[in-house]
């Protein structure tokens, strides 16, 4: 089992709009990249602020792949960051969904609010310090804890997850029941179809080498259903990934290891992929 973890999010959560637009346009370019940090918080302070804060922070929100002169966008930033560009209303709407999917796979505070009308701070604290001690780890100091929990706290307002009164928060409604009717909407087949259009049209700028990087099939396919309207997550795209296998006689589906360490790579039966090819089954 996964241990849970508290993200460590040291931006304050009205800045990822701005933020997340500045990855966006200058994220392949560290040195720009910087500059617009820095601007953006009227600093000078690059270990504290670009270094300390806003790359700690997008890293984990999942919203940058690489590392040193090489991040970037990942899928899910690229996601958010189409989505602010519609609207504040919709880049909320985003961020709650990737905010829940990442509470989800930690602690789940957001279903330990579910079922409780009010919930005191302190109530929070102790469940996250529960978990951890039956868990068999060791809980994270006072300090620490309040530190990191409060701040996670201030995104889920943000994305309309949860709202706060004084010490208390309770479950946003209206916001949460959006996340799920948004969670879980593609049926399979109609992800196989858009899926198999983008692998071709990935392959035939690859000059026909089969294999395509699980990132940039990510990339198109998510790209294409926000077309739609649907917002299609990273955690999403591999769950209907490992769904295929139901659904498809005609082709073999064959996928390839990482030749080094990696990130953001595709989570299938146990095992890590960086790549996949698609052959019609003989």
């Known amino acids: 089992m996964k241990h849970p973890e508290?993200?460590?999010?040291?931006?304050?959560?009205?800045?990822?709009?701005?933020?997340?637009?500045?990855?966006?346009?200058?994220?392949?370019?560290?040195?720009?990249?910087?500059?617009?940090?820095?601007?953006?918080?009227?600093?000078?302070?690059?270990?504290?602020?670009?270094?300390?804060?806003?790359?700690?922070?997008?890293?984990?929100?999942?919203?940058?792949?690489?590392?040193?002169?090489?991040?970037?966008?990942?899928?899910?930033?690229?996601?958010?960051?189409?989505?602010?560009?519609?609207?504040?209303?919709?880049?909320?709407r985003v961020l709650g969904k990737l905010l829940v999917e990442i509470d989800e796979d930690n602690y789940n505070i957001v279903g330990f609010l579910k079922n409780r009308f009010v919930t005191e701070y302190k109530s929070i604290v102790e469940f996250i310090t529960q978990t951890d001690v039956s868990l068999g780890l060791i809980p994270l100091s006072d300090t620490v804890a309040n530190e990191r929990i409060r701040k996670f706290m201030r995104y889920?307002?943000?994305?309309?997850?949860?709202?706060?009164?004084?010490?208390?928060?309770?479950?946003?409604?209206?916001?949460?029941?959006?996340?799920?009717?948004?969670?879980?909407?593609?049926?399979?087949?109609?992800?196989?179809?858009?899926?198999?259009?983008?692998?071709?049209?990935?392959?035939?700028?690859?000059a026909g080498f089969p294999s395509v990087p699980v990132y940039q099939l990510r990339n198109e396919v998510s790209k294409q259903f926000y077309q739609r309207g649907i917002a299609l997550t990273e955690k999403e795209f591999d769950s209907l990934i490992n769904g295929l296998q139901l659904i498809q006689s005609d082709y073999i589906i064959k996928f390839s290891r990482p030749m080094m360490e990696s990130e953001k790579l595709l989570h299938l039966g146990g095992e890590v992929y960086s790549g996949m090819a698609i052959f019609k089954r003989e």
């Not at 806003?54 to 984990?60: D, E, G, Q």
């Not at 919203?63 to 209303?89: H, P, V």
């Not at 996340?179 to 109609?190: A, F, L, M, Q």
Request: net charge neutral.
């Open 6 to 92: 508290m993200p460590v999010l040291k931006m304050p959560p009205k800045y990822i709009c701005a933020a997340m637009q500045i990855l966006y346009h200058y994220g392949e370019n560290r040195s720009e990249l910087r500059e617009h940090v820095l601007a953006m918080f009227n600093s000078t302070d690059e270990k504290s602020v670009f270094r300390g804060m806003y790359v700690p922070t997008m890293r984990a929100l999942g919203l940058t792949m690489g590392f040193g002169q090489e991040i970037r966008c990942s899928s899910n930033g690229r996601l958010l960051f189409e989505a602010y560009s519609k609207s504040n209303n919709e880049g909320k």
């Open 156 to 206: 889920l307002i943000e994305g309309r997850i949860v709202k706060q009164g004084n010490s208390q928060y309770v479950l946003d409604e209206a916001g949460y029941q959006q996340t799920e009717v948004d969670t879980d909407v593609i049926k399979v087949s109609e992800f196989w179809n858009v899926l198999f259009t983008c692998y071709n049209s990935i392959k035939e700028m690859k």
